[in-house]
Nanobody, 115 residues
Framework: QVQLVQSGGGLVQDGGSLRLSCAAS????????MSWNRQAPGKQRELVAI???????TYADSVKGRFTISMNNAKDTVSLQMNSLKPEDTAVYYC?????????WGQGTQVTVSS
């Protein structure tokens, strides 16, 4: 079993920055990749960025050049640095631990960008 605990987020003005973190504990060796996902009101949850266990990253087109996903050396914490935030980035953000079988999810954290 793996537990994912998120921190960070909050309210920021258009053009501002925020950092999200997700700390994993438990059987983290079962995790192949970690990602950040978001869900805005009335919309489906979408992938924002993903990082594999060997450090390969992929981003949604909407956040390329503005967001950076990273993982610490212990591979138990994944972060999302969000710069140049826009009102359309407003959503609940979730970290996700990918593994064979059911994935693990963090509790979600609100990010609100005011115009």
């Amino acid at each position: 079993q793996v537990q994912l605990v998120q921190s960070g987020g909050g309210l920021v003005q258009d053009g501002g920055s925020l950092r999200l973190s997700c700390a994993a504990s438990g059987s983290i060796r079962s995790i192949n990749a970690m990602s950040w996902n978001r869900q805005a009101p009335g919309k489906q949850r979408e992938l924002v960025a993903i990082i594999s266990s060997d450090g390969i990253t992929t981003y949604a087109d909407s956040v390329k050049g503005r967001f950076t996903i990273s993982m610490n050396n212990a591979k138990d914490t994944v972060s999302l640095q969000m710069n140049s935030l826009k009102p359309e980035d407003t959503a609940v953000y979730y970290c996700r631990g990918h593994r064979t079988g059911s994935d693990y999810w963090g509790q979600g954290t609100q990010v609100t960008v005011s115009s």
